[in-house]
């Protein structure tokens, strides 16, 4: 079992930054990723990194903009948000899965998700 607990959202302005970050007790070792998701929509791949940080994937609307890290020492996944928009407001879940997947449905353990509301 995993437990999952995201925090560092909140209300920021077009093109400002903010970190997330996700704090997983119990068993770990899993691919981490980050996801988000808006009122109606389906939940979307952000980012995903594996364990040792050896591997990272993003999804093209954040590639350039977006950092997932990760602190093995502090079992803490990291998600550095940079030149946010608008756009990019939703609902921000951290997930850990077996292997570093675009798909939600290939992440096991979900935290409960921090608001991230990018004003124009």
């Known amino acids: 079992q995993v437990q999952l607990v995201e925090s560092g959202g909140g209300l920021v302005r077009t093109g400002d930054s903010l970190r997330l970050s996700c704090v997983a007790s119990?068993?770990?070792?899993?691919?981490m990723g980050w996801f988000r998701q808006t009122p109606g929509k389906d939940r979307e791949f952000v980012a995903t990194?594996?364990?040792?940080?050896?591997?990272?994937y993003y999804a093209n609307s954040v590639k350039g903009r977006f950092i997932i890290s990760i602190n093995n020492d502090l079992n803490t996944v990291y998600l550095q948000m940079n030149s946010l928009k608008p756009d990019d407001t939703a609902v921000y879940f951290c997930a850990a899965g077996d292997n570093t997947d675009y798909w939600a449905g290939g992440y096991n353990y979900w935290g409960q998700g921090t608001q991230v509301t990018v004003s124009s």
């Open positions: 990194i594996a364990w040792s940080g050896g591997r990272t």
């Open positions: 119990g068993r770990t070792g899993y691919a």
